[in-house]
């Protein structure tokens, strides 16, 4: 795999890491195929005076069947689990809170990186050779590391209403939350404009009468070390990266002492019991997948680093197989969100379980619901001098949240009631 291939790889992918050694792959292709390079003018003559046999980066057959199992599974995680936390959002009322329309834009990033550039470039990284045209490789180009800042920007969002919700008691209007999804959006794009202009395609052939096109970069400037391009791709490594993560550490770092590590003043119900640990399960959720994305990503961009500094890493004899790994892991974040929400949350489980209920094949054991009066009689006898922000409520969801029943059945005055008196209400009824 040469440095061309990886290069148009990384920027298919994501990336932060996208073209920072073109110059590298247009001297590894005057090397390899007898590309006349003329420097002075920046244009690349198409005379090859050697060619080469065959293309030499088609894996062996078991390998191709090794990386299309395992990118196909993950793919199709992605896409239908993204799609359920969005179905889940936007059908059932009750779900549409401020830090749920968050994860339904996370939802949604997941999904489109999944259809728009990892099936494809799954194909292009198997077998080294760009099948799909000069448009599509300019949007595939685009919308990876689009979505890839969209969903930082919104894990960041996520963070700062969870800040101004449980530090400063402050909560965000739906109005609010929908112009930033909208910022969010609009400033991925700016960021990835870039690589759509900057791409194109380029064709090499083979003695066999076979050929082979690439999907890669064409910045401004000397081929050999681009500044704008070095320049863009540091760029997106600190703002996809290194600052969201350090934003997230410290945000999570305040509301982890404050949620685990002060004690309340005053005498300490069972309400605010109740809502602390319904905030405390949401920070936990949310740090899980933070973590998975920091995981996830780590290895790409320690990838980057290294063959910045050492690029005779790219004539390692098995580089594309490793990279096609790095890359599975970068990929792989996007399936991992529904399973934590489906994990480490009952409304979203409830949600899952009532989308699993409609196949036949599929069994979920429902649970009984506990008889209205004797429920009733229990919270009463529960809640004596508590106001209607009580456990009734509270004992009535314990019992239903494993059943596969909608969401719908939080009563809608009790959840605006609470919403009124602590903005942080809302995670009672992620």
Request: aromatic share 14%.
């Amino acid at each position: 795999m040469n440095a061309s291939q990886k290069i148009s790889a990384f920027s298919l992918a994501r990336t932060t890491i996208s073209s920072l050694l073109e110059s590298q792959a247009v001297q590894d292709k005057s090397s390899s195929y007898d590309v006349t390079i003329d420097w002075a003018d920046n244009t690349t003559t198409e005379e090859l005076s050697t060619l080469a046999p065959t293309n030499p980066f088609i894996l062996p057959w078991w390998q191709q069947v090794f990386f299309i199992i395992i990118f196909l599974a993950m793919i199709i995680a992605s896409i239908g689990g993204n799609l359920i936390v969005m179905w889940i959002v936007l059908w059932h009322k009750r779900m549409r809170t401020v830090t749920n329309y968050f994860l339904f834009n996370l939802a949604l990033a997941d999904a489109l990186i999944s259809v728009w550039n990892t099936l494809f470039n799954t194909a292009y990284l198997l077998y080294s050779n760009w099948w799909f045209g000069e448009d599509f490789c300019k949007f595939s180009m685009f919308v990876a590391p689009c979505t890839t800042s969209a969903s930082v920007f919104t894990l960041m969002a996520i963070a700062i209403d969870r800040y101004l919700a449980i530090m400063r008691w402050v909560r965000m209007s739906a109005k609010v939350v929908i112009g930033l999804i909208v910022v969010i959006w609009l400033a991925s794009c700016l960021i990835s404009l870039p690589l759509a202009i900057y791409s194109k395609t380029e064709t090499f052939s083979y003695a066999d009468g076979s050929t082979r096109t690439l999907c890669l970069q064409e910045w401004p400037g000397n081929q050999r070390s681009s500044s704008v391009e070095l320049g863009y791709n540091i760029f997106l490594i600190i703002v996809n990266y290194f600052l969201p993560m350090f934003i997230l550490i410290v945000t999570y770092t305040f509301l982890g002492k404050e949620l685990w590590g002060s004690k309340a003043i005053g005498e300490n119900t069972s309400i605010q019991q109740q809502r602390v640990k319904a905030k405390q399960k949401v920070v936990k959720m949310m740090i899980v997948v933070v973590i998975i994305f920091a995981v996830c990503w780590l290895p790409m961009h320690l990838y980057f680093l290294l063959v910045s500094s050492f690029p005779s890493i790219n004539s390692y004899q098995y580089i594309q197989q490793i990279f096609l790994i790095i890359y599975w892991m970068a990929m792989s974040n996007s399936m991992y969100n529904p399973i934590i929400y489906c994990w480490m949350n009952a409304r979203f489980r409830q949600g899952f379980k009532l989308v699993f209920c409609i196949f036949p094949c599929v069994h979920v054991q429902k649970k009984r619901r506990p008889d209205r009066n004797m429920t009733l009689s229990m919270s009463m006898s529960d809640t004596k001098g508590v106001n209607r922000n009580g456990s009734l409520m509270h004992t009535t969801m314990e019992n239903m949240e494993e059943s596969c029943n909608s969401p719908e059945t939080i009563q809608e005055t009790d959840w605006k009631q609470n919403s009124k008196d602590d903005p942080a209400a809302d995670d009672e009824y992620l």
